[in-house]
């Protein structure tokens, strides 16, 4: 991969949502600290795994501590968390992933060139490795795998598109 592919990396943010995770979650510190990209760690785990803010060997991951309130669900943390997304600091295109999902950097910026070609375009959908824990391996899966071409997904209103999206 070129040098000028990769640099379009600091184009993207990533946003990691982990919930007592701390094995996954330092997995997937070492696949990004090294790229030229911003990483945003949103941890709704019961205690921090690490100081708030810039992590020292990797000052491009930003973790951050966002434990679950004594009268909130899991699913209500991991909501508050996920609205907390619009007040980060964020590059021009940003990816939501969780702490066991990895996309290759080649991936990223094929998606990137993507968007930048083509500005009727909200959002790429590709495959991702993610750890089957159950048989201890990578696996490639495509995570809305029900994504139909209809008369939503080609209307001008982005909620309407994601409406094509079959979860």
Same mark, same amino acid.
């Given at each position: 991969m070129k040098t000028a592919d990769t640099a379009l %990396?600091?184009?993207? $943010? %990533?946003?990691?949502? &982990?919930?007592?995770? @701390?094995f996954k979650l330092e997995r997937a510190i070492e696949h990004w600290r090294d790229l030229p990209l911003t990483v945003h760690i949103l941890d709704g785990?019961?205690? @921090?795994?690490?100081?708030?803010g810039p992590l020292p060997n990797a000052p491009n991951i930003i973790y951050s501590h966002i434990p679950r309130e004594s +009268? *909130? &669900?899991? %699913?209500? #943390? !991991?909501? #508050?968390?996920?609205?907390?997304?619009?007040? =980060?600091s964020i590059g021009k295109y940003a990816a939501l992933i969780g702490d066991d999902d990895f996309f290759t950097t080649i991936g990223l910026v094929g998606a990137i060139q993507h968007l930048e070609s083509h500005? *009727?375009?909200?959002?790429?959908?590709?495959?991702?490795?993610?750890?089957?824990? /159950?048989? $201890?391996?990578?696996?490639? $899966?495509?995570? !809305?795998?029900?994504?139909?071409?209809? *008369? +939503?997904?080609? #209307? +001008? /209103? =982005?909620?309407?598109?994601?409406? /094509?999206? *079959?979860?």
């Open positions: %990396l600091n184009k993207i $943010t %990533l946003i990691i949502l &982990t919930f007592n995770q @701390p785990s019961d205690k @921090p795994w690490f100081a708030v +009268n *909130e &669900t899991s %699913l209500q #943390n !991991y909501m #508050n968390r996920a609205k907390l997304i619009a007040s =980060l500005s *009727e375009v909200d959002a790429v959908i590709g495959k991702c490795a993610r750890f089957d824990l /159950s048989h $201890t391996r990578v696996i490639w $899966t495509r995570k !809305y795998k029900n994504w139909s071409v209809n *008369e +939503n997904s080609k #209307n +001008n /209103s =982005l909620s309407k598109r994601l409406d /094509s999206i *079959e979860v």
